[in-house]
């Protein structure tokens, strides 16, 4: 039998999630369809340790794109926790290292001298102060329709800060900025989160990953989300709930025909519904799976590594408290050269080594996620995110062998920099195994259907519209359109989705309520 409903979600992530509680909220009568047991596609946490009492945020991990909008349209009971240390980045093969504390500004340029960067230190605040006028004129519009390239540059008001980030490859601009190769390195980090490319990249695909890295909240402010990521998902699922909209789980949509039709198997049974209109939570060469063709698959290009640990690891530089080299992002084998090394490695098929690895430290800023047992011992989480390693190194035949060398990859990279065996201070679980869960792309495109285990679903767009793009549709104008009119994106595959937003979902809702 075919049920009408207004407004069909193909898949529950947070963004659905989102998009259900703004349209359930104005009366529309919505159903979400979500294939898995649980809600919050890569916004979830999860006790990965058999046996042991830590709640881990097992794919994202940070906050920075999240507007305040959306918190205070939907009500959400979602606390932020700021971090005082911006990072850290041990000098491979010294014992010294590079830590900016926004807390202590002569201590950040001494750490500057001790690398031999004084030049840097004092070419380091002009150039976050360009990327924070970027953020401050971007920011306030992702929540908007889209603006054009000409009205985005002209809320800038600055063409030079424009040409740097948006017009030429970022890497020139770090290039020409800072001379050191591992201030360089540090900067370029956030060109390449989830983005295969090298530092200088000429298709711009570094430029508009940095631009999301830095825009977040109008200052570019990564935060922790106090309780793990999984209570970003649970504040969006709730609002969607309390607002009336129908969320089901363990419903895997089958396909989806251009009029609306949205077919699902939902336990032993098939269900179709007759939407007015169908969001698309899933990415967007998925959505074209379902509707009968073949779209383009992305290419995801990181190894995120979990782990659980007795205690934070020593540094081999004494001057550091880890502390405060792990309260912010810590660094290992990130210097420029080595992220250039490491793609051409990756390029040639090889695993890049050492791996580009950085790390976060989710305890130190928000113990919570441990049970009161771990947190009186001391214990802390780690999470690892491996840049340049492209989901071409993987395939279905190989992905257990890769993920184990990816997973020692890792180890050698942060050995290498740290003062003592990282695997020495691994706990166990219930079962005797170290606590350290490894994802390749792979195990994430099996988990969540993100192709090529692309982060963001697919390469990101600008957060602006070329000026000829067309405008007729809401659709348009909100960034979230399909070629069928009655089929809309709501996904981080959305204009202006990528990340833990909600953009992606609130756009498509917008779009969805001016279509009344
Ligand atoms: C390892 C990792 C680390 C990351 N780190 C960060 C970070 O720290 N900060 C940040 O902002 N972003 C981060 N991201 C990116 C961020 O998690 C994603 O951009 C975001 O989760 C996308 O949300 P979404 O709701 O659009 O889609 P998803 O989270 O991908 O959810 C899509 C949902 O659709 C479901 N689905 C798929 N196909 C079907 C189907 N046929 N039928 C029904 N359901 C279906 C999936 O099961 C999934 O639950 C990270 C991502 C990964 C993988």
Redesign the pocket.
Known sequence: MTRRVDVAI????????TAAAYLASAGKSVVL????DA?????VSAEAFPGVSARL?R???????LPARIVADLGLDVRLARRRYSSYTPDPGTARGLLVDTGDAAGTAASFAAIGAVQDAGAWPGFYDATGRLARALFPTVTEPLPTRSEAKRLLGDDATWDAFIEQPVGAAIERTFTNDLVRGVVATDAL??TFAPPVDPALDGNRCFLYHVIGGGTGD?DVPVGG?GTVSGALWRAAVEEGAELVAD????SVTPDGEVT?RHGDSEHVLAAGTVLS???PY?LAR?MGSVGVRPE?A?V?VNLLLSRLPRLRDSAVDPVAAFGGTFHANEGWARLAGAYEEAVAGSIPDPLPCEIYCHSLTDPSILSPELQAAGAQTLTV?ALQAPDRLVDEGTNDARRAEFQEAVLRSLDAVLGEPLADLVLTDGDGRPCIET?TTLD?EH????PG?N???GPLDWPFAEDDAPTGTPAERWGVATEHERILR????AQR?????GI??HNAAMAVLEMG
């Open positions: 193909v898949g529950g992530g947070h963004n659905a999630l369809l979500e294939r898995l809600f919050g596609g890569a916004a945020s794919y994202s991990y940070l906050v920075s794109l989160i989830g990564w990521m419903a895997e949509v089958t699902y939570g899933v990415a998925e379902l995801g990181q995120k995110f994802k994430i988990a969540l259907r993100m285990g982060i963001f679903h709501c996904g981080s595959g989705g990528g990340a833990v937003s992606g979902g």
